[in-house]
């Protein structure tokens, strides 16, 4: 049985650098997987760094203007350590560890909002559907200056997200600065206890279906197939969107799971990283929900990690058509490791790649077909004189034919519109091939 460890409670001007050090070193193996111990153990470490340290810690503990215990002192040291690698990985407590296991099952108190910190800026990366943040028109990219009274220069990501937690039914008011605009808005908003499904989905027209996925969780696989199920109910599909617009991503094995809906074959992503078992790869299987639907997927500047899995291996694998703007560019795995205090780490671990061996990480989805947002508007003078225009036309004989109502989400969504079009000239196409 391994003795437990402990460090002293207080360093005094006697605790040398290296005595400091003997503890930490046998704290740190015991944390690493057995392949990567003998490495570390080789290693030379950075002595003059440690004492540094030590050194800064002594000072703070007798200098500072107020007394801070040593578990403090310490857990910022992490956070610092873990906060300047990149801005995916960092530190757990109890309360954000707990919070992130509820949001990868679909359930969890905020205003729905997924945020990153961009050249120093707090970001909104996006809104999620249904949520408080999406009623209210948050948009991914827009800026957050103030959350409440309290300016958000100079705070951590996690103190951040802790300032917009809060009890259902409370007000919270958000300061935000939106590309292409010279002055802050303010947008009030009332917090709920956030319950999300992953998944809708509704035919578009006759033959022609819509399928949302607005994060990855833990099921959203499952849900895509049983979806695509209802979807083909009353008949087979002349084609689907795939709408992975502001989905900021989630679980991996459901993005792999959802791309292997629609192919049967071939890799889907693999990862690559330090140690071994950080290198993945994932490929599909015969078992296919929709393999010869038409397929258009949408992508914007708030499509990220697995919805830039999903659609870079539909892309690479020529099994659907991108359509929209360059999607957020994250493509970075993170691995979430629990301590044995019950608190947490993210660490980033990997990167990923599409099919193709293409890395996104900082570059993104391109589209295959851009088309910027906007709606769909039609003016009573927006045409030419047409036959139903002249007097004493005659009348059009209506033929019998299916139902053929529109969504209506397509009278406000410009990029469902086109992805729809697109489709039914893929069918056209389809059609005359046979």
Excluded: W
Aim: hydrophobic fraction near 35%; aromatic fraction near 4%; proline fraction near 5%.
């Amino acid at each position: 049985m391994t003795p437990a460890l402990s460090l002293p409670g207080r360093l005094s001007r006697s605790c040398s650098p290296r005595r400091l050090l003997a503890g930490l070193l046998p704290l740190a193996l015991l944390t690493l997987p057995l392949t990567a111990t003998a490495q570390v153990a080789d290693d030379e470490l950075p002595i003059a760094e440690i004492q540094t340290f030590a050194e800064v810690f002594e000072r703070i503990k007798r200098a500072y203007v107020e007394e801070v215990d040593d578990a403090s002192l310490l857990r910022n040291a992490m956070r610092g350590m873990l906060s300047e690698l990149d801005p995916h990985s960092s530190y757990l407590d109890r309360e954000a560890f707990q919070s992130l296991r509820e949001s990868t099952q679909g359930e969890f108190g905020g205003i729905g909002i997924e945020v990153g910190m961009e050249d120093g800026q707090l970001t909104v990366i996006t809104p999620i559907d249904d949520t408080p943040a999406s009623r209210a028109g948050l948009q991914a990219r827009d800026q957050i200056l103030r959350i409440d009274d309290t300016p958000t220069e100079g705070l951590s990501l996690q103190e951040a997200v802790e300032l917009m937690r809060g009890d259902p039914g409370s007000e919270i008011e958000l300061t935000i600065l939106r590309q292409g605009e010279s002055s802050p808005r303010r947008i009030p908003l009332t917090r709920e206890n956030i319950r999300t499904e992953s998944v809708k989905s509704e035919l578009l027209t006759a033959g022609f279906g819509y399928l949302r996925i607005s994060q990855f969780q833990t099921r959203t696989g499952e849900q895509v197939s049983e979806h695509i199920r209802q979807l083909t109910r009353d008949g087979e599909l002349d084609g689907l969107v795939l709408d992975l617009r502001n989905n900021p991503g989630g679980v991996l094995q459901a993005a792999v799971a959802v791309a292997d809906a629609f192919l049967e074959e071939g890799l889907i992503v693999y990862t690559e990283g330090r140690l071994p078992d950080t290198e993945m790869r994932f490929s599909a299987n015969a078992t296919t929900a929709a393999p010869d639907v038409p397929l258009v997927v949408l992508i914007n500047g708030g499509s990220a990690s697995a919805a830039e899995i999903v659609a870079g291996a539909l892309q690479d694998q020529k099994r659907g058509v991108v359509m929209g703007t360059e999607s957020f560019g994250k493509g970075s795995v993170q691995q979430i490791m629990p301590l044995g205090n019950g608190e947490g780490l993210k660490l980033t671990t990997a990167l990923y790649f599409t099919p193709g061996g293409r890395s996104i990480q900082a570059k993104g989805i391109e589209p295959d077909v851009r088309v910027v947002r906007g709606r769909v508007e039609v003016t009573e003078n927006g045409r030419g004189v047409r036959e139903a225009d002249l007097e004493g036309h005659l009348g059009a004989q209506e033929a019998p034919r299916e139902k053929t109502e529109r969504s209506e989400r397509l009278r406000e969504d410009y990029q469902l519109s086109e992805a729809l079009n697109l489709l039914k000239a893929l069918n056209v196409v389809r059609q005359r091939d046979r």
